[in-house]
């Protein structure tokens, strides 16, 4: 009797890494049957786009799992959540997470503000003590839910594999299987992941990363067994090194409007939480229109998938990109295609002939009249970003995990961290200046591997294009190296070989 395991895609990004690659077939092809979990909204849309033998796709049911945070002791939840995200150990870099805690005290109000001193107290103990970090585990798991007792009758899991070891709402569907004595698996599917989450949400099995460096974070910093935890690279980039989503230059160029003649500057926003980006854009927008760049350029601003929550300082800083593309010329626009608006509907037969649009909206399209809680983290979008690092002559950026995919194109990068002039407008919002962020562990990593270069004034940002536009193959060198120590494997093959390491759990 074939295998039966469960598969939570909570994200945009899971969704890629388990069903734009190689990963899914090779366990189907093993003999393994999957039951993806993912938003409700998309069930329909994956269906119709993935669908084959051998796969189920049934709801997360976000709304469940909130209901629950929301109801059942809220506040020892929240402050559980909090000591889980910032309660890595010593051992290993915790700037990312040293930034959350600020911005938790500097949010808090009310009973958080009473209740903090104290947690900090308790945050030191877990940081400290490999004993206070499983007795946290143990705590969380107090908290499980009887969301899914449903589907774990109807299919009876072998595993329960997962994009997170239970950082996000997948943490309730994980303490449902630990609970019935079923092995958790997590696959790490961010860059940065091991370094900004720390401690599991649920009790877990095994894991799977891109790296030794991924798996020190996790052994050292959150106490994994390191017998337990799989270096297998990243499968969501052998599209990358295998060129699978990557359009023609000439395609690509007629699609946005680029001239052919001129030289491309692309910037992907990034670290939005914590600090605007808008400067950054018009420190380059300038740069472009006064022809102050050693080549005559054109600028292609991507925006975050964040700036299309529900949040007023994000909105605001989309329309002022927005606005300065039909003021500057010679920039232009990229706005990623919601997740729910790449997938199609069953009947909807020009998308399932391979015909996806680029969306300048939001909407759901996939889900009927659900709205899809995965948000702008799109599956489809990787042909866009792939050819746009590609065909990119400078790649530029915040820290983002970009870096490395930009790496993966051979293209040279400029991490670009000007510090806005006051912050956030809303006074009550956490503000993280971009010079301040440069010892996080990621962004340490990629400054010191000499992938790139970091520019933090206008001048700096100047000089660092002008440079990698005179001197394309100077990174080339570092490139291969940091790709080598961040995500191990580069032959295209990473879906495969992690593939084949959860069918061997199985086994």
């Known amino acids: 009797m074939p295998k039966r395991i469960f598969i939570s895609a909570d994200h945009g990004l899971a969704v890629i890494y388990f069903l734009q690659t190689d990963l899914l077939p090779t366990l189907l092809n093993a003999g393994v049957e999957v039951v993806l979990l993912t938003d409700d909204a998309l069930i329909e849309g994956i269906n119709a786009r993935f669908g084959r033998p051998g796969l189920i796709v049934e709801g997360l049911r976000f709304k469940q799992c909130r209901t629950y945070y929301q109801t059942e002791k809220p506040a020892m939840q929240y402050w559980l959540d909090f000591l889980r995200r910032a309660g890595g150990s010593y051992k290993i870099n915790l700037g990312a997470v040293e930034a959350y805690r600020e911005q938790v005290k500097f949010e808090a109000t009310g009973s958080r503000r009473a209740a903090f001193p104290v947690m900090e107290t ?103 067994n390191p017998a337990h935890v799989n270096i297998g690279g990243i499968p969501s980039y052998d599209g990358y090194f295998n060129k699978t989503w990557q359009m023609p230059r000439e395609d690509y160029f007629r699609l946005h409007g680029l001239d052919p003649h ?65 003021e500057f010329p010679h920039v ?33 399209k ?15 979008d990787m042909d866009e970003k792939s050819s746009m690092m590609a065909h990119a ?48 562990p990621t962004h340490d990593r990629f400054r010191k591997s000499g992938a790139g270069q970091v520019a933090t004034t206008p001048a700096e940002l100047r000089a660092a294009l002008n440079h990698a536009l005179t001197n394309p193959a100077a990174y080339a060198p570092a490139h291969a190296k940091f790709l080598a120590d961040e995500v191990t494997f580069t032959d295209g093959q990473a879906a495969r070989r992690t593939g084949e390491y959860l069918v061997s759990l199985l086994k």
């Open 122 to 224: 308790a945050l030191h103990l877990v940081r400290s003590s490999p004993w206070a970090r499983k007795t946290l585990v143990d705590l969380q798991s107090r908290f499980t839910a009887n969301i899914y007792g449903d589907l774990f009758e109807r299919y009876n899991p072998a595993m329960v594999i997962a994009a997170t070891p239970g950082w996000r709402l997948d943490r309730y569907l994980l303490r449902e299987a630990a609970a019935r004595g079923i092995p958790n698996t997590a696959v790490i599917v961010g860059w940065d992941n091991p370094s900004s989450y720390n401690v599991p949400g649920a009790r877990m099995d095994f894991a799977t990363c891109w790296s030794q460096i991924q798996k020190d974070e996790l052994v050292l910093g959150s106490d994994w």
């Open 262 to 326: 001129r030289k491309l500057i692309a910037y992907a926003a990034s670290f939005i939480t914590f600090s605007p980006n808008i400067q950054n854009i018009e420190a380059l927008a300038r740069l472009v229109t006064n022809n102050e760049l050693a080549e005559p350029s054109q600028l292609l601003v991507r925006l975050h998938p964040n700036h299309f929550n529900d949040v007023p300082r994000f909105a605001e800083e989309r329309e002022r990109v927005r606005q300065f593309v039909r």
């Open 393 to 440: 002559d400078v790649f530029t950026t915040v820290y983002s995990t970009m870096v490395v995919e930009a790496a993966c194109h051979h293209t040279p990068v400029v991490a670009v961290t000007i510090d806005h002039e006051y912050g956030w407008k809303e006074k009550d919002k956490f503000y993280l200046p971009l010079t301040e962020i440069g010892h996080w």
């Open 366 to 380: 996939g889900g009927g009249e659900q709205r899809s809680e995965l948000g702008y983290y799109s599956g489809e």
């Open 332 to 364: 232009h626009l990229v706005e990623p295609v919601s997740l729910a608006d790449s997938l199609p509907t069953k009947n909807d037969a020009a998308t399932l002939s391979g015909g996806f649009a680029q969306s300048k909206g939001g909407g759901s």
